[in-house]
């Protein structure tokens, strides 16, 4: 795995923003964090599954990048409760 890029699975709008990106007004709260291979032969653009398996195509990208940041944990700290295990799992080995 060369690039991985950190995607997040949200809820649906309810009021206000209180995530990264999404119109203002919008509410849509991170309900978990996975990872995501960069697609092939586009490095600035993930690729169409998370290492679980899910489908990241309504999922927002983080800006995050785990490939520019070696030594430091792949997920933002302030999700660290809601990581996907799967995710996790592949990205420790």
Request: hydrophobic letters at 30%; one cysteine or more.
């Amino acid at each position: 795995m060369d690039a991985i890029t950190v995607v997040y699975e949200l809820d649906k709008p309810v009021g206000t923003r209180t995530s990264p990106g999404g119109a203002p007004g919008e509410a849509r709260t991170v309900r978990r964090v996975h990872a995501a291979p960069t697609a092939p032969g586009t490095p600035t653009a993930t690729g169409p599954r998370t290492l679980c398996g899910k489908d990241t195509f309504a999922m927002e990208t983080a800006y995050r990048k785990p490939s520019e940041h070696p030594g430091a944990l792949w997920y933002p700290a302030q999700y660290a409760s809601v990581i996907c295990p799967d995710c996790d799992a592949v990205m420790t080995t």
